[in-house]
């Protein structure tokens, strides 16, 4: 069995990330997660069977919150930003007059916004794939961060109508990765950061309740002229 809710204050919260590595103390001693496992594929089969198991128990979350590691050549390392937008790098159906990140018969935009709930905590742009980006693959994302999860955990609770909030730590980016270590090294203080605006989120959650999901907060974007319908639920 994977990870249970938790309630704060009136919101029931499914905490998830990916790999054990980005786990550290700070979280640890906070949250016990439900690990999906690294990639695309892997996260939405982790997230799809845990949630069918909560909805058939009757335990369904009012949120998702995912936290880990990020990529960024742009954005200040170690530090914790909320994702305000999410693409799926892998996708291109362009040679048959799709836009690249659409999927096929999918009514979905290449660019799902996503919630950002939490004040003063950085937003940026995130792009999902299955491929580790590093050094000049940087040229190619239009998007400040990489990461090869949310995409999917993003779908997977479209499926169930649960809105998702996305935190990232910034691990790597600077230089090009050639060893496991390059990502590993900086996680105990991305696990420190992660911590603290976890910290923040619960104490917007517990003070705000579900009205702080009504945020509309996408870089670039001034949120008056999003309607709710147009955040990724």
């Known amino acids: 069995m994977g ?5 704060h204050g009136e919101i029931s919260v499914l905490y998830v990330m990916a790999a054990p590595a980005e786990y550290g103390d700070c979280l640890r001693a906070r949250i016990q997660p439900l690990m ?8 939405a089969v982790a997230l799809t069977a845990a949630l069918a198991r909560l909805e058939a128990a009757g335990d369904l979350p009012d949120l998702i919150v995912s936290l880990g590691s990020c990529g960024s050549r742009v954005l200040e390392h170690a ?7 999410v693409a799926y790098r892998d996708m291109d159906a362009s040679p048959l007059g799709f ?19 939490v004040p003063g905590l950085p937003t ?3 792009s999902t794939g299955a491929n580790v980006v590093s050094g000049a693959a940087y040229d190619a994302i239009d998007a400040e961060m990489v990461d ?4 999917a955990l993003v779908r997977s609770a479209q499926t169930f109508g649960l809105p998702l909030v996305a935190l990232r730590g910034v691990s790597d980016g600077r230089t090009e990765l050639k060893a496991l270590e390059d990502w590993t090294s900086t996680l105990c203080h991305v696990d420190e950061n ?6 923040r989120l619960i104490a917007v959650l517990e003070a705000e309740g579900l009205a702080a999901l009504e945020i509309p907060a996408a870089q670039g974007q001034d949120p008056a ?3 709710p319908d147009s955040i990724t639920p």
């Open 3 to 7: 990870a249970a809710p938790v309630r």
């Open 36 to 43: 999906t496992g690294v990639g695309p594929v892997e996260a």
């Open 79 to 85: 530090a914790v930003y909320q994702a305000s937008s």
């Open 99 to 117: 836009r690249k990140g659409v999927t096929p018969l999918l009514d979905q935009p290449a660019v799902l916004p996503l919630r950002c709930p």
């Open 124 to 126: 940026a742009r995130l």
């Open 148 to 151: 090869m999860e949310t995409w």
């Open 194 to 199: 992660l911590a603290a605006a976890l910290d």
């Open 225 to 227: 002229q999003l309607s």
